[in-house]
Nanobody, 123 residues
Framework: QVQLKESGGGLVQAGGSLRLSCAGF??????RGWFRQAPGKEPEFVAA????????FYGDSVKGRFTISRDNRNNIIYLQMNNLRPEDTANYYC??????????FRRGTVPYRGQGTQVTVSS
């Protein structure tokens, strides 16, 4: 069974840090990354990485503050979030595609996604 499972969300003060994890099960994925969705808003692309490479992509609002990384052996990706802001508050979910179509991924065409983990940043 294909599954993506997130962990690591929580409540943090503005300026703080959190690290999210996403474990993948059931099949290999070529593009994996993160989206976030705040109440009443559309999903927003956060970051992505090509499996087995050093290629990474970031949304404009998180560049320089968030870092995506991988544990290839254990099939886990991470999102290190630093200098968090109240506007980063959202449900963050892991997503994946089986091909290397980053454009489709960034548009939100993701056949595989997790349930998400809540990140709340207080001011």
């Amino acid at each position: 069974q294909v599954q993506l499972k997130e962990s690591g969300g929580g409540l943090v003060q503005a300026g703080g840090s959190l690290r999210l994890s996403c474990a993948g099960f059931g099949r290999p994925f070529s593009v994996r990354g993160w989206f976030r969705q705040a109440p009443g808003k559309e999903p927003e692309f956060v970051a992505a990485t090509y499996w087995g490479t050093d290629v990474t992509f970031y949304g404009d609002s998180v560049k320089g503050r968030f870092t995506i990384s991988r544990d290839n052996r254990n099939n886990i990706i991470y999102l290190q979030m630093n200098n968090l802001r109240p506007e980063d508050t959202a449900n963050y979910y892991c997503a994946a595609r089986a091909d290397y179509n980053n454009d489709a991924f960034r548009r939100g065409t993701v056949p595989y996604r997790g349930q998400g983990t809540q990140v709340t940043v207080s001011s």
